[in-house]
């Protein structure tokens, strides 16, 4: 498996040089040049083979390894300021981890501009997706994953920012800048078309191999959360149906028979972290190879540099340490009858010691019990990391975007809107419960299952908390509170529990809670947008 892979990431070396000439070719010549320049690949000239549109489509995925998207920004600036974690600084007083910035934020202006690029690519291979004389086969997967992708991207700006242009269209001139803003309905029903017929397009996981590549229950599984999404604030029209499409979508993936959960949970993100493919569980995520040293096209990443445990052995594996966790999710695995954790997630997800290095020899250090916002989170340990060539702000380490504990979650929550707490919502809910508690899977158990009897709110509520424990720090919290229409007041409850309950050390965790305001469910349109684009009219409210 690990061959696929590193086959893959030379594929995509190759598409990103030239995409490079495309991107060139696209947006300059013609205002700076008054001749045809001789040195690159015209765009008529490129699309005329099956390699090459492979290499045009490797540069679409391209994107998901930005540090304004899953480099660091998903998971890291934009996934800090929850209930989750907060950074681990007193001197950080400004910035979208502590909701303090402007329109002006590098990171969001960052993040924007890539998508845009990632939904040009994308655009542009799908207009010569027919030149290429080729298997008409690989020709639909090929097109499944760019409209699959450009339908992801768009998902990424309208859930953050709400209304955004949406051109269908590469840009062929610089000049070609006044875009309107469309109505958020109108992109999510354009995400919807565009992921439904790659659906009918892309491969199954079992034909890759991976997780590396879109796949056809990778596309279901999305499809659910983007339901889930649109049925959610800050909408306010008829939410059943919304519901009803999450279902069938996490059907669908269910009822393939491919996926089941991976019977220890660390070993989950284990797996990211040595290059071990689990299409089982892990059923999309982005690969990052190269850690700049001796490779001249790397594509490492920060995960498990930024926020893991802190170490100051490269050997063993450097991290920052910057992201505590909250001593709210500390607690949230504590069972309230026992008074204890037996949930094997939250020694894994949140450190339980610390690391030390004397004498070149890195050793742990158990916390004690009562210290909690001392504590890294650790989902990703780079301990684990395979090479002997770490390197101290780089890692190869692959980052999940959509694992099956999340299918079954988004069952239960979807189940639950449309059936009420049925036996089928139960069953999903508990499975994920059952391998936290290191159960079987199939198998009820009073410790592990959720109580019988629940009525509709308390199962909404009891899927709510096990999406908090099962999936923290992956990016996802913040737009669940979002959809859910609890951000604000969430992050309000939870600076007032930090001030009344944490060590006067730590008042500052409370920080991003403090400083939050109604506007934050939404970013700011960057403001170099706002003087570039003509068309893109007013700005989101309170920015």
């Not at 071990?276 to 190269?290: A, L, N, P, Q, T």
């Not at 309230?336 to 894994?348: A, E, H, I, K």
């Amino acid at each position: 498996m690990k061959s696929l892979k590193y086959h893959n990431k030379a594929i995509r070396q190759l598409g990103n040089l030239l995409l490079l000439t495309l991107v060139i070719l696209q947006t300059g010549c013609n205002k700076f040049l008054s001749t045809q320049p001789q040195n690159v690949t015209p765009e008529q000239n490129f699309f005329v083979n099956a390699t090459q549109l492979n290499n045009a489509l490797t540069g679409v995925y391209d994107i998901l390894t930005s540090t304004h998207l899953y480099g660091i920004d998903i998971w890291d600036t934009y996934g800090v300021p929850t209930d989750e974690s907060f950074l681990n600084s007193t001197s950080t007083v400004t910035g979208v981890p502590e909701m303090n910035f402007t329109s002006s934020d590098p990171n969001i202006a960052g993040t924007w501009a890539d998508l845009y690029t990632g939904i040009n690519r994308a655009n542009l291979l799908l207009e010569n997706i027919n030149k290429p004389v080729m298997d008409s086969a690989s020709r639909a997967a090929i097109k499944g994953q760019a409209l699959f992708l450009r339908g992801y991207y768009y998902f990424l700006l309208v859930s953050n920012w709400g209304d955004v242009p949406m051109p269908l269209h590469s840009t062929v001139s610089p000049d070609s800048v006044s875009i309107p803003r469309t109505d958020s309905k109108i992109v999510y029903s354009q995400i919807i078309q565009d992921m439904t017929a790659a659906d009918s397009l892309v491969l199954p996981i079992t034909s890759y191999g991976f997780g590396g590549r879109v796949s056809k229950t990778a596309v279901e599984g999305i499809l659910a959360r983007v339901c889930l999404y649109r049925a959610g604030m800050p909408f306010t029209d008829n939410h059943l149906p919304w519901f009803t499409q999450a279902l069938y979508w996490s059907n669908k993936v269910i009822n393939s028979g491919i996926h089941s959960l991976n019977p220890n949970y660390s070993q989950v993100f284990i797996n990211h972290c040595q290059d071990i493919y689990d299409i089982k569980e892990s059923m999309w995520e982005v690969e990052f190879y190269g850690t700049g040293n001796g490779n001249p096209y790397p594509q490492s990443g920060r995960i498990g540099n930024i926020n893991g445990i802190a170490c100051s052995d490269l050997n063993y594996g450097f991290s920052y340490g910057q992201v505590n966790a909250q001593a709210k999710l500390f607690n949230a695995y504590v069972d309230n009858t026992l008074l204890v954790s037996r949930d094997t997630r939250r020694d894994w997800s949140i450190a339980p010691y610390k690391l030390t290095t004397t004498n070149g020899l890195t050793s742990r250090v158990n916390w004690p019990i009562t210290s909690v916002y001392n504590r890294n989170v650790a989902k990703w340990r780079r301990e684990y990391e395979v090479g002997n060539n770490k390197q101290k702000n780089n890692t190869t380490i692959n980052f999940g975007i959509l694992r099956y504990s999340d299918v079954l979650l988004m069952k239960a929550e979807a189940e639950n809107e449309v059936n009420g707490p049925d036996s089928a919502a139960y069953l999903a809910v508990n499975q994920v419960r059952r391998r936290a508690y290191g159960y079987p899977l199939t198998t009820v158990n009073a410790v592990s299952d959720l109580p019988t009897g629940l009525n509709y709110a308390a199962f909404q509520q009891a899927v709510y908390d096990e999406r908090y424990r099962e999936l923290c720090f992956e990016g996802l919290r913040r737009n669940d509170l979002i959809r859910w229409g609890t951000y604000y007041s969430t992050m309000k409850a939870l600076a007032n529990f930090i001030t009344n309950s944490a060590p006067v050390a730590y008042h500052f965790a409370a920080l991003s809670g403090n400083n939050i305001q109604q506007k934050n469910v939404l970013f700011p349109i960057p403001i170099s947008e706002m003087s570039l684009n003509p068309g893109i009219g007013k700005q989101n409210v309170g920015w």
